[in-house]
């Protein structure tokens, strides 16, 4: 096997490993999915440009292995339903600029429970915010990049991000701090 490939896989196997882990929808194919961006990457090799981001190479051909993946097996992630436009109320919005300040104050507190809390509420999210967010977060891709890997418009990526970050800012602040 490709020297090069290798050093470069080695140097991105836990973002890999992540993203993978975050957009599969059944985590027992975990290893397959894997496997299989792993391959595909190693066929398409050829076409990788020197100088370039490899992470970022390699996230692209993992999101339409995995989404491929999902769809072909026609699973949907079991969710809980999420209002899309919830109106929470005044009172609401004031305890979650409390809880804003108390994560400030006390971020163990948040970060005990993060890693849990996170995982439930981006499975809440839908594929397209999800992947998006992914992309930007561990693959530190572009904005014009993750339009490309997403095949949609530079506009829709920035608004399924925006979207991605409110939902779980929302969730999240009011998961840790129970608020009312």
Not at 54 to 77: E, M, Q, S, T
Not at 103 to 124: F, G, M, S, T, Y
Not at 151 to 175: E, Q
Request: charged share 30%; hydrophobic share 45%.
């Amino acid at each position: 096997m490709n020297h090069e490939f290798m050093a470069h896989l080695e140097s991105c196997k836990s973002d890999l490993l992540a993203l993978c882990r975050h957009l599969l929808w059944d985590q027992s194919e975990l290893e397959d999915a894997l496997q299989e961006v792993v391959l595909q990457a190693y066929r398409s090799y050829g076409r990788f440009s020197a100088g370039t981001d490899f992470r970022a190479w390699i996230g692209r051909i993992a999101v339409h292995v995995v989404f491929n993946l999902n769809r072909k097996k026609h699973r949907f992630p079991v969710l809980q339903p999420v209002p899309e436009t919830e109106d929470i109320g005044w009172e609401r919005e004031i305890a979650l600029e409390d809880a804003y300040d108390a994560i400030l104050k006390e971020p163990d507190r948040v970060l005990a429970n993060l890693d849990r809390a996170l995982r439930r509420e981006l499975q809440r999210l839908n594929e397209f915010e999800r992947a998006a967010l992914l992309l930007r977060s561990l693959c530190d891709l572009k904005y014009s990049e993750i339009a490309e890997a997403l095949k949609m418009p530079f506009g829709s990526v920035m608004g399924n991000i925006g979207r991605a970050r409110a939902k779980l800012r929302k969730a999240l602040v009011g998961a840790t701090y129970e608020v009312p």
